[in-house]
C-alpha cells in the first residue's frame, strides 16, 4: 500500500520560535495532501488542504499566517508553525491519497505531536 | 454543515464476541463512508470505505453497512482478537463537493481475553 512519511514525530520547543514538519509520500505523487490537528480524546481536524505548486486553502479559523504550508513538489509538503505558542501544541497529522481530486482511501503519516514550552 | 456522531466514546468486549460500533451524521446522505484505525499517537489505518449505493460491504473479519434512511453506518468487527483493541473513526466528505473530509471523535474499543 501506499507509504506516506512525517517527520519528525516528536518535537519540544519554546515559545517563540518556529518548527517545520514534514510530510513525503514515499512511493505515489500526492497532487493534494491534507494537514490535520488533533488533541487528545477529539476528532481529527482538517486544517488546510495542500496543492502542489499553488497556495494552500485553510479551513475557517486557521491562521493562514501561522501555519505556513508549502507544497513544492509532488511528493513533499511542509507545515511551519510559526511563533509557537503552548495553545499550539498538540498532534498534527498529514494526509494524501494517489487518487487525484478525491478524499477516498487517505494515507496518513505517522503524525507529530507538538510540545510549546 | 454535516456532523458525525459516534455515540459511544468506549467499548469493551470479550475476545471472540462480535463488536459492533456506530456512526450516524446528521445532514444530507454522503456519497461515501469510510472508517479508520488509530492506534495511540498513530495516524489512522484506512480499512474500509462504503458507497451510498451498496448496502454492506465486507473485508476479512470487519463488516460495514450503510443505512441512508436512518442516516447511520454500522461497523462490525466479528471473532474479535485483543489486537484490535483500537480508536476506530467514521469518516465522511464535509461537503457535497467532497473537498474535504470530516472525522468522528472515533469510538475506542478494548477486546479482553
Known amino acids: 500500500g501506499a507509504v506516506v512519511s512525517q517527520h519528525p514525530s516528536r518535537v519540544i520547543c519554546k515559545s517563540g520560535t518556529s518548527v517545520k514538519i514534514e510530510c513525503r509520500s514515499l512511493?505515489?505523487?500526492?497532487?493534494?495532501m491534507f494537514w490535520y490537528r488533533q488533541f487528545p480524546k477529539q476528532s481529527l481536524m482538517l486544517m488546510a488542504t495542500?496543492?502542489?505548486?499553488?497556495?494552500?486553502?485553510?479551513e475557517q479559523g486557521v491562521e493562514k499566517d501561522k501555519f505556513l504550508i508549502n507544497h513544492a513538489s509532488l511528493t513533499l509538503s511542509t507545515l511551519t508553525v510559526t511563533s509557537a505558542h503552548p495553545e499550539d501544541s498538540s498532534f498534527y497529522i498529514c494526509s494524501a491519497t494517489p487518487q487525484v481530486g478525491t478524499n477516498e482511501k487517505l494515507f496518513f503519516g505517522s503524525g507529530t505531536q507538538l510540545s510549546v514550552l | 454543515s454535516q456532523k458525525i456522531e459516534q455515540n459511544s466514546e468506549a467499548l469493551n468486549i470479550q475476545e471472540g464476541k462480535t463488536a459492533t460500533l456506530t456512526c450516524n451524521y446528521t445532514n444530507y446522505s454522503p456519497a461515501y463512508l469510510q472508517w479508520y484505525r488509530q492506534d495511540p499517537g498513530r495516524g489512522p489505518v484506512f480499512l474500509l470505505l462504503?458507497?451510498?449505493?451498496?448496502k454492506e460491504k465486507r473485508k476479512e473479519r470487519l463488516k460495514v453497512t450503510f443505512d441512508t434512511t436512518l442516516k447511520q453506518s454500522l461497523f462490525h468487527i466479528t471473532a474479535s482478537q485483543p489486537a484490535d483493541s483500537a480508536t476506530y473513526l467514521c469518516a465522511l466528505p464535509a461537503n457535497q463537493a467532497g473537498t474535504a473530509l470530516i472525522f468522528g471523535k472515533g469510538t475506542t474499543l478494548s477486546v479482553s481475553s
Open positions: 512511493d505515489f505523487q500526492a497532487t493534494t
Open positions: 495542500s496543492n502542489e505548486g499553488s497556495k494552500a486553502t485553510y
Open positions: 462504503i458507497r451510498e449505493n451498496e
